[in-house]
C-alpha cells in the first residue's frame, strides 16, 4: 500500500493503481507467444482505464490523458 496521508493525494493514488493493474498483465505478456504486442495493447487498456477515471473527477487531469491516437 501507498504511505499516502488518507486525504488528500488522490491523483497519487490512482496512478499507483493504474500501475499496480499493469504488473499482472505484463507479466502475462512474458509467456504470450507475441510479448511486445501484448504488453503494448495491455498498457494502452490501463492507460485508458487510468484516464477515464482522470476524468471522472474535477482535478486536472495528467497531461498524457488530453492526447489522441497513437499520440
Do not use: I, M, Y
Not at 2 to 16: E, K, S
Not at 23 to 35: F, I, V
Not at 48 to 68: A, I, L, N, P, Y
Amino acid at each position: 500500500p501507498l504511505l499516502l496521508p488518507p486525504t488528500a493525494f488522490a491523483h497519487l493514488r490512482r496512478q499507483a493503481a493504474a500501475l499496480d493493474a499493469l504488473r499482472p498483465r505484463l507479466n502475462a505478456c512474458c509467456r504470450h507467444h507475441s510479448p511486445l504486442p501484448c504488453a503494448r495493447r495491455a498498457w494502452t487498456d490501463v492507460l485508458d482505464g487510468f484516464c477515464t477515471d482522470e476524468f471522472g473527477v474535477k482535478t486536472r487531469q495528467f497531461h498524457c490523458c488530453r492526447r489522441h491516437g497513437a499520440a
